[in-house]
């Protein structure tokens, strides 16, 4: 089960303990009936987000992703059942994976292509799937036991009800947005998740409201607040871990004019590094009990 107030003190533990075969550290549980001590959750997620299997242009991306930091604060715990919404090119699987490999179960919750008519979108959705099924292949010592499920953005099922610890989906509600998909999307993960469970949202933040048809990227932080709470969830708690002030929000091909998207003149390259990836927000929702 999660168990946030376990992760809330920082990374600070040392990694010079015994690993398992995934690269994780694997100290001696240190449990009362069975739940997993914090701080040996701690020193796990400490050594997946340092783990030498990350592609480095990903770690490389952690100033501003701060993974440790947004699962802590998520409480997502190692022996957790945790899906992740459409994770593209695998960079949380890389640290989820390996982290909840030993006691939890991590899911890649990603679009079946079959449900889409022929086109871009179902070429994008299938090369994306494949790309996923590539990288858990390439290194079983860290993802033989990951998962990948195929769902319906029109009809969402991401695994049994109630069989979930957390949900996460990162950077991907204004997607749903601009295809009417927003309301079934957080239905679906409300159904999935126990009684008590959570749902971590980070989300490219906007200065105010947008319409449903914005193409910028950004969402109102108060809109995706009261889409979860449309399907249930109760709003736990905030955090400006993936804040950045620099972000004005204004740029000319929206969220991906700033890294890693650069759609820019090359003329504006030091304007847009100088800002950094774009300003988030970071929810974490509880379903109730």
């Known amino acids: 089960m999660l168990r946030t107030a376990l992760l809330a003190t920082a990374l600070t533990v040392s990694l010079g303990a015994c690993t398992t075969s995934s690269g994780v550290m694997n100290e001696a549980t240190e449990a009362v009936g069975g739940v997993i001590d914090g701080a040996v959750a701690e020193a796990r997620l400490a050594a997946a987000v340092s783990g030498p299997w990350r592609n480095p242009d990903n770690v490389a991306r952690d100033g501003y992703r701060h993974p440790g930091e947004t699962l802590q604060f998520f409480g997502v715990m190692p022996d957790d059942t945790v899906i992740e919404i459409t994770p593209g090119g695998g960079w949380y699987a890389e640290i989820l994976a390996p982290y909840l490999r030993e006691d939890g179960q991590y899911v890649a919750a990603v679009v079946d292509p079959m449900a889409l008519p022929e086109g871009r979108g179902r070429d994008y959705q299938a090369n994306s799937k494949a790309g996923l099924e590539t990288l858990f292949a390439g290194s079983a010592a860290q993802y033989d036991r990951a998962r990948i499920v195929a769902f319906d953005p029109a009809n969402p099922v991401f695994g049994a009800a109630g069989s979930a610890d957390a949900v996460l989906t990162f950077r991907n509600v204004h997607n749903w947005r601009s295809n009417g998909q927003a309301e079934g999307m957080f239905q679906g ?101």
């Open 189 to 289: 993960f409300f159904d999935v998740l126990k009684p008590g469970g959570v749902l971590g949202v980070v989300e490219h933040r906007a200065a105010a409201d947008v319409p449903a048809d914005d193409r910028s990227g950004y969402v109102g932080q108060a809109q995706v607040v009261a889409m979860a709470q449309a399907a249930g969830f109760v709003l736990d708690a905030t955090s400006e871990v993936n804040a950045n002030p620099r972000d004005t929000k204004n740029h000319p091909n929206g969220v991906w004019t700033l890294p890693p998207g650069n759609r820019h003149e090359d003329t504006d390259r030091a304007k847009y590094q100088a800002i950094g990836e774009s300003d988030r927000m970071t929810l974490r929702f509880r379903k109730p009990e």
